[in-house]
């Protein structure tokens, strides 16, 4: 019995790939965050601190997709769903904010739209916290119910991503149908920045990157914390074999319904911070393009890595300031050829890669002659 | 008083009658071997017991209770576990994450996001392992376990379940020799301590292990007995163990 345990410390020992130590996977964490968190710090160049909020953001929706996708096996190509629909309440919140009950009861696109009293749709959302709050409840209600039905009906693999991305598609039209309601292609352009216990939030500022980095933080740390739950184990077990799962007594549908609500909410907390930097959101919020670019960020810099999925969003999109201007409309095919070849050699993405070379690296350490690898080369011949 | 009760079970795929009025009684403690032709209808019967499909007519009792139509998640909190005949891991997971999955004692999404490793893990864990030798491959992907290594994981996964019937399908098909002695040993420990229904083609495994043996033949009941009474029976040797002298 004792024997059996000791074994096992041998092994653990023997197969040290740093890839796989907890101790450094949150020390990545630490260091990439206390990074990113100095930004505001170094530069005082307010166009690039709301720009890097910007990405942080994008980063919010990597953990989103890669929490759905890599952890639970959901390919969602509809992520804009929740992401959009936030960013629709926290626009029509800061608009309302804009307005005087008096003097301009309505937003003017309204009228030229021949309304002339304030639409049952818009009327919560003249109160601040409770329009913040249905921005983020209304996605997450609406990801737990399309799971329940979806995933009752035992729907996976490509079907979930086709009706994700169908179920995308009609709110984008519905959206810009909704003229009267939603000001259709143009969007909500809120003239004033988000006010927030009485003071405004400036989207250039320090305050603004302060927020959405918290946010930031905050997301990712729970999501590896549920990843490395009980929970989280369910999920990659179901994400395999969903079968096998539900003969362990486990209800599938309900652990998929979940974490499918959770990226849901996640994506939706990246919506609100979106439309509070750039004061703006319109349809192209829930383009499809949009969501199907953040399935190859996270494809790209690993689904099983949440901190890989991040560093494949900022590459992305990072490279689609900066290098996109460069290319202008070749851009497009850069990154399409970029994706097959991740896609063909590196399944895993950019992170996979790096557990391959540290797991090389470990091997090659293992094999030199240390009295533990000694040990562990006897041990298991039984 | 049998533990589980199966009685007059019937199940056609469209028109086609595989399981025809079959009905069993399985006693706590024992160790049944369900063998038969193929076709026989063997796991069909298996998976109308753990709920992968629903029987056309007829009932299945577990401890008292009507389990007869339930899901698949809640036969198996009831305490029935199923090994499958190809066997089914995780094959991206580790050797230790593929038997903490099967600990399911608490199956609430919602509790087990408030912890890592739960009550009991431990000690069941070490239960398991020495049980079924798989102590040095604990963080070995499961994916490049061997054959034999691979049915004895999830042999461990269905024990991790505490389940108080095992339903296990051609647990030592593909096995090589030396790895079906080291089966035998661990089944004629399970049986102890478990009731196992075990479906097999090998018959010198079945004389091993079988406390019962129960032929079934075109989805029916042939006949039942120990492993003398079965392989004496005419019927049994018409059908399917064929006649020594030849």
């Given amino acids: ?382 | 008083m049998g533990v589980l009760e199966i009685h007059h079970l019937s199940k056609n795929f469209g028109g086609t009658q595989v399981i025809n009025d079959f009905s069993l009684k399985i006693t706590e403690l024992t160790l049944c071997c369900l063998v038969g032709p193929n076709g026989a209808g063997k796991t069909t019967t298996m998976d109308l017991i753990s709920g992968r499909q629903k029987p056309s007519s007829g009932q299945i009792v577990f401890r008292n209770d009507d389990i007869t139509g339930l899901g698949e998640h809640e036969i198996a909190r009831r305490g029935i576990g199923r090994k499958f005949q190809v066997p089914a891991v995780f094959r991206d997971l580790s050797v230790r994450h593929n038997l903490e999955v099967a600990f399911s004692r608490e199956t609430n999404p919602f509790r087990n996001m408030m912890h890592r490793k739960p009550k009991g893990l431990r000690e069941k864990l070490d239960e398991v392992l020495q049980l079924t030798g798989l102590g040095s491959r604990l963080e070995t992907e499961a994916g490049v376990l061997s054959h034999g290594e691979t049915q004895w994981l999830e042999i461990g996964m269905v024990l991790m379940q505490n389940p108080s019937i095992l339903l296990l399908d051609e647990p030592v098909a593909g096995m090589t020799e030396s790895e079906i002695e080291n089966t035998i040993k661990i089944f004629n420990r399970l049986k102890k301590t478990n009731t196992l229904i075990v479906v097999e083609h090998d018959m010198a495994f079945v004389r091993e292990i079988a406390d019962v043996v129960t032929v079934m033949h075109m989805g029916s009941l042939l006949a039942q007995g120990t492993i003398g009474e079965v392989e004496a029976d005419p019927r049994v040797r018409d059908v399917y163990l064929g006649d020594p002298e030849d």
């Avoid at chain 1, 992520?79 to 309440?89: C, K, R, S, T």
């Fill in chain 1, 1 to 382: 019995m004792s024997g059996v345990v000791a074994k096992a410390r041998v092994e653990k020992a023997g197969m040290t790939n740093l890839y796989h130590s907890k101790t450094a996977q949150w020390a990545v964490y630490a260091v990439f965050f206390v990074a990113v968190g100095v930004v505001p710090l170094i530069t005082s160049d307010s166009f690039l601190l709301n720009q890097f909020a910007v990405y942080g953001v994008y980063a919010m929706l990597a953990v989103s997709i890669s929490l759905g996708w890599g952890f639970g096996g959901i390919l969602n190509l509809g992520q804009g769903i929740a992401f959009g629909l936030a960013a629709y309440g926290m626009g029509m919140t800061m608009q309302m904010q804009s307005q005087d009950p008096v003097s301009s009861p309505i937003p003017p696109f309204m009228l030229n739209n021949s309304l002339d009293h304030l639409p049952a749709l818009w009327v919560p959302f003249s109160n601040t916290t409770l329009g913040i709050i249905l921005a983020l409840a209304v996605p997450t209600l609406f990801y737990v119910i399309f799971g329940t039905l979806v995933f009752a009906a035992r729907v996976s693999g490509p079907f979930i991503a086709i009706m994700t991305l169908a179920v995308l598609s009609a709110l984008n039209t519905l959206i810009i149908d909704m003229q009267p309601y939603t000001n259709g292609v143009n969007g909500l352009t809120p003239p004033s920045p988000l006010k927030l216990f009485g003071a405004d939030i400036d989207p250039y500022g320090a305050t603004s990157y302060w927020i959405v980095f918290g946010l930031l933080v905050l997301t990712t740390c729970g999501a590896k914390l549920l990843t490395q739950s009980k929970f989280g184990l369910v999920t990659q077990a179901l994400r395999g074999d969903p079968e096998r799962v539900r003969f362990l007594g486990y209800n599938v549908a309900v652990y998929e319904t979940v974490i499918y609500a959770i990226s849901g909410f996640i994506a939706a907390v990246a919506g609100c911070c979106f439309v509070m930097l750039v004061q703006y959101v319109s349809p192209a919020q829930l383009d499809t393009n949009f969501s199907i670019g953040m399935v190859i960020w996270v494809g790209i810099g690993g689904r099983f890595s949440l901190i890989g999925s991040i560093i494949g969003a900022l590459m992305i999109q990072g490279g689609q300031s900066y290098l996109g201007d460069q290319f202008l409309n070749s851009w497009l095919l850069v990154l399409g050829g970029f994706f097959i070849l991740v896609v063909r050699f590196l399944p895993k993405g950019l992170a996979g890669l790096l557990e391959t070379v540290l797991g090389m690296v470990g091997t090659r350490r293992r094999s030199s002659p240390l009295p533990q690898a000694a040990g562990a080369a006897d041990m298991p011949s039984q």
